[in-house]
Nanobody, 122 residues
Framework: VQLQASGGGLVQAGDSLRLSCAAS????????MGWFRQDPGKGRKFVGAISSGRTYYTDSVKGRFTISRDNAKNTVYLQMDSLKPEDTAVYYCAAAWRYSSDWSDMTGYDYWGQGTQVTVSS
C-alpha cells in the first residue's frame, strides 16, 4: 500500500482545511487509517483514526476535526475546522492492517504517507 497525503496549506486561525490521503493497492477498505502530526524538532503525535466505522481523536482536536473515508475512492479525509496556530505541523496518514487497542501507538501502523504541511497563522 502506498499513501499520498495532500491538501495542506497556509490558512488563518479559525479557517478550515481538508486533508486527503489517497491509497494505492488492494483491500483499502480493510485497513484502519490514522492521522498523525509532527512539529519541527518534536515527535510525531496522534491526531485521530478510523477503524470499522468508528473514529477516535486526541483530546485537543475533538469537536474540531473529523475523519472520514471513501472506500470507493481509496481515500481517507481529515476535515479540520476552527484551526488554531497550535495545529501547525506536518500531517501524516498511516494504514494499519491489524486491529489495535491503542490507535495512538505508531507501531501499529504498517504504511505511512509522506506528509503534508499545515500552517495556521494567528
Amino acid at each position: 500500500v502506498q499513501l499520498q497525503a495532500s491538501g495542506g496549506g497556509l490558512v488563518q486561525a479559525g479557517d478550515s482545511l481538508r486533508l486527503s490521503c489517497a491509497a494505492s493497492g488492494r483491500a483499502f477498505s480493510r485497513y484502519s487509517m490514522g492521522w498523525f502530526r509532527q512539529d519541527p524538532g518534536k515527535g510525531r503525535k496522534f491526531v485521530g483514526a478510523i477503524s470499522s466505522g468508528r473514529t477516535y481523536y486526541t483530546d485537543s482536536v475533538k469537536g474540531r476535526f473529523t475523519i472520514s473515508r471513501d472506500n470507493a475512492k481509496n481515500t481517507v479525509y481529515l476535515q479540520m475546522d476552527s484551526l488554531k496556530p497550535e495545529d501547525t505541523a506536518v500531517y501524516y496518514c498511516a494504514a494499519a492492517w491489524r486491529y489495535s487497542s491503542d490507535w495512538s501507538d505508531m507501531t501499529g501502523y504498517d504504511y505511512w504517507g509522506q506528509g503534508t504541511q499545515v500552517t495556521v497563522s494567528s
